[in-house]
């Protein structure tokens, strides 16, 4: 009896520290709890969720291997395993899990979002926008789905589509900082540099230490002949993340007339 209440004492402990994102210790609770018994499948789940938000993909990949043992009918473990994989890469398998938590609960519409997504990585595009219809169909202020409906819509090749999501999207959120970015880059596609000037400025509003709006707002200086503005802001993209910027830069057509001032050649070689 006593074992019992320390277990459930422990497991309330963990739920609680995982609440507060406070992972490690979460784990150690649930440890605590199946050391005493080893067989609670809810246990098992949570501490694979606890290792998914750190990153120890492996790790949670395993507890939700050991959930689906003890009962196989589990969604939430067939989703979380779907996540984690997906997190690795690994989109084939991720959509199995993801179908398979879906024919457990059809109406799970994170389940069905994070489907959408692994079949955009995999560029099934059609297929994944039917996945984020029926998630903004269910849930028309997910903005989430919609800025991912406006990727594959942008990756189809329908940029006026795509930029109405996008400003969905941002009705709903206008804080998104990605979407405002996002936004910039299909505007620059089409030519209109003012106007994606105008969202990548939005996009450092929200988030100022932003090293993508910084290097495309550079871009669109670059593509307008102001070499000067172009190469101050792409300055600034590559103070947040060195080795990355130079590199995108140094390959990037779009600054090709800049590559053989000395001012950019400065930048890419400090």
């Known amino acids: 009896m006593e074992s019992d209440l320390n277990s459930a004492a422990w497991y309330s402990h963990g739920n609680i520290l995982y609440g507060l994102g406070h992972y490690e210790g979460a784990i150690a609770g649930y440890d605590r709890v199946l050391a005493a018994q080893s067989d609670l499948y809810e ?4 501490r694979g969720y606890a290792l998914e938000n750190l990153g120890r993909f492996q790790e949670a990949l395993a507890s939700f291997d050991q959930t689906l043992r003890i009962h196989p009918e589990f969604a939430l473990a067939w989703h979380g395993k779907g996540i984690v994989l997906a997190k690795l890469g690994r989109y084939e398998e991720a959509l199995v899990c993801l179908q398979k938590t879906l024919r457990l609960t059809p109406n799970d519409l994170k389940a069905r979002y994070n489907q959408g997504k692994a079949l ?14 029926r998630v903004i169909e269910m849930n028309p202020s997910d903005y989430k789905a919609w ?6 819509l942008a990756s189809l090749e329908k940029l006026d ?11 709903i959120n ?3 900082y990605y979407a405002w970015n996002y936004r910039g880059t299909i505007l620059t596609r089409q030519g209109d540099y003012e106007g994606a000037i105008a969202s990548f400025d939005k996009s450092l509003q929200n988030k100022p230490n932003n090293p993508d709006a910084w290097y495309s707002k ?3 200086y670059a593509l307008q002949g102001e070499p ?9 993209a590559i103070k947040l993340n060195p080795p990355l910027y130079r590199a995108l830069a140094r390959g990037d057509a779009h600054f090709q007339t800049l590559l053989q001032t000395p001012q950019l050649q400065a930048l890419l070689q400090r």
Do not use: I, M
């Open 43 to 46: 246990v098992w789940n949570n």
């Open 120 to 133: 955009a990585h995999l560029h099934r595009d059609e297929e994944a926008l039917v996945c984020f219809d």
């Open 147 to 152: 800025y991912s409906r406006s990727k594959v």
């Open 161 to 171: 589509l795509a930029l109405e999501g996008l400003d969905r999207t941002l009705a």
């Open 174 to 176: 206008p804080l998104c």
């Open 218 to 220: 550079a871009r669109c």
């Open 228 to 236: 000067q503005l172009a190469l101050s802001y792409l300055q600034r």
